[in-house]
């Protein structure tokens, strides 16, 4: 079954502190994975999107790696901002088709 | 400020009525997409369109739900009749391919249905 999982479902820390977030996939065939920040009441945002031949990608202070032999990724925040707070979802497109299998999300809260 | 509208942001309604959701893609993008997020379900492909013609609505259920494509301003999900199972934030997205892609998502509607 195509399916994406993310941990943790939520998260806190402190400003200024790093964290990653994880995600496994068992999407077959694979054709990308995205990461997305969502704010509250927003539309997603695309962070990265990676292809089977990526396995690192940064976007400012976010940066996602990608294992395709394993299946994993994770996205890492680097010196985390109040604005960071968000949540951060996972999506792999694959699977046939190339639909969109979205993970259920992490919902980080950065703390002064 | 090229961007995704939608329209209404906020909707909320009796079951049994017809609720239309409507959205406009970023001028020159030829794919359309329409989702739903729900705190139990995460967010779900409902349908998406390229060049106004439906693609895949296989996420979608027919009975009661259809979106279309007039022009290449606007797409429309439409919900008939309403049911409180379909209380949700429903979001349109557009971008330039089906493949690969990334896709601009508007701010939603949030669809209340008692």
């Known amino acids: 079954k195509n399916q994406v999982e993310q941990s943790p479902q939520s998260l806190i820390i402190l400003e200024g502190k790093n964290c990653t977030l994880q995600?496994?996939?068992?999407?077959?065939?694979?054709?990308?994975l995205r990461w997305y920040k969502q704010d509250t009441g927003r539309g997603p945002v695309s962070l990265t999107i990676?292809?089977?031949?990526?396995n690192t990608k940064s976007n400012g202070r976010y940066t996602a790696t990608l294992d395709a032999d394993t299946k994993q990724s994770s996205l890492h925040i680097t010196a985390s901002q109040l604005s960071d707070s968000a949540s951060y979802i996972c999506?792999?497109?694959?699977?046939?088709?190339?639909?969109?299998?979205f993970g259920a999300g992490t919902r980080l809260a950065v703390h002064p | 400020d090229a961007r995704v509208t939608q329209t209404p942001r906020h909707k909320v309604t009796e079951m049994g009525q017809e609720v239309t959701m409507r959205c406009q893609p970023i001028?020159?993008?030829?794919?359309v997409f329409w989702y739903r997020q729900t705190m139990m379900q995460g967010l779900e492909l409902l349908a998406y369109?390229?060049?106004?013609?439906?693609?895949?609505d296989s996420g979608m259920p027919k009975d009661r739900f259809s979106a279309e494509m007039p022009d290449a301003t606007l797409a429309t999900l439409k919900i008939q009749p309403s049911e409180p199972r379909d209380s949700a934030v429903y979001f349109c997205?557009?971008?330039?391919?089906?493949?690969?892609?990334?896709?601009?998502f508007g701010p939603g509607t949030r669809l209340t249905v008692l």
């Open positions: 997205a557009s971008g330039l391919t089906s493949a690969g892609g990334e896709q601009f």
């Open positions: 001028l020159g993008h030829n794919t």
């Open positions: 990676m292809t089977f031949s990526e």
């Open positions: 369109f390229r060049n106004r013609a439906p693609l895949d």
């Open positions: 999506v792999v497109m694959g699977g046939g088709y190339n639909k969109l299998i």
């Open positions: 995600c496994n996939y068992t999407v077959s065939p694979f054709s990308n």
